[in-house]
């Protein structure tokens, strides 16, 4: 699957349009994120040894990370051969520090007051229609859709995987690193094995691909342009994907698009990270 290919198709440029054209919420008075672009390496690119490779995976963890809180507004289209296209809007809330991440459905009225809140490596989902919550797993399509949690939380990749070096490989005019990441033992996640490639000038990750046990291919997501947003706490910068586009290879034609927007990084209230709080915004 080529990077380049399927970011300039037309349907995918008229499907972030219309996205774009969704969004009319401003920056709470803050600067906006800076765009990052993605270009191609200006020397030829040299292979990672096993060191170079755990430096690559730490470094894709650390930029996502904040030491203090986090905000963003997502817009999430669902695509199914079958269904009428369905778009949704939510608010991403994380709290690195504690590895707390809270996604608070908020449009279409079918799912406002919905959500999930991951708190003690335990994910729940709340229904305000019945009042109820449920324990999920890694592998819950967040709202219905192609997503998975890992999609809005910060990435742990140094943490749950161990990483292998498969050489370079050319995503359109751009190098990037492939690797393949393995999970490690006793670990909780969406899909034992990964492929990521890795563009050698950003650092970025422009494509990721994730196999179940058995090695069939599950989902294929691509990043081709990161955001990044100056952050008081961590005395640096985080970085966050513009938009993801997620292809379900099982189904094939159904398929997910997150765009993020309104990146905020100022400390959120204490209690935020509850359910009675998820709760009472649904009354």
């Known amino acids: 699957m080529n990077l380049e290919i399927l970011c300039r198709s037309g349907r995918v440029r008229a499907l972030a349009a219309m996205m774009a054209a969704l969004v009319s919420h401003a920056a709470h008075g803050q600067e906006p994120p800076k765009e990052a672009e993605e270009k191609p390496a200006e020397a030829p690119a040299k292979p990672l040894d096993a060191a170079g490779v755990k430096a690559v995976i730490k470094q894709i963890d650390d930029r996502q990370k904040n030491s203090g809180d986090y905000k963003t507004l997502v817009y999430i289209e669902r695509k199914e051969k079958t269904k009428n296209d369905v778009v949704m ?15 608070l459905f908020t449009q279409p009225k079918s799912e406002r007051g919905k959500g999930y809140l991951r708190i003690e490596r335990n994910l729940w989902m709340y229904d305000p229609g019945t009042g109820k919550w449920e324990r999920r797993t890694e592998r819950e399509r967040i709202g219905g859709t192609d997503s998975r949690r890992a999609d809005f939380d910060e990435s742990r990749l140094a943490e749950e995987f161990d990483a292998t070096y498969e050489g370079i490989e050319t995503l359109g005019k751009i190098s990037a690193h492939k690797l393949t990441l393995t999970v490690k033992k006793g670990v909780d996640v969406a899909y034992p094995k990964i492929m990521l490639w890795c563009n050698i000038v ?23 342009k990161w955001a990044k947003r100056y952050s008081e706490s961590k005395k640096g910068d985080v970085w966050t994907p513009k938009t993801i586009y997620i292809y379900d290879e099982v189904e094939k034609g159904n398929s997910t698009v997150i765009v993020l927007k309104d990146m905020d990084l100022r400390p959120l209230q204490p209690n935020l990270f509850t359910k009675a709080w998820l709760e009472s915004q649904s009354r």
């Open 89 to 103: 809007e939510a608010v991403v809330y994380r709290r690195d520090a504690d590895d707390k991440l809270m996604i």
């Open 202 to 224: 950003s650092g970025n990750v422009l494509k990721r691909q994730e196999f179940a046990a058995s090695g069939k291919l599950m989902r294929t997501n691509l990043t081709p």
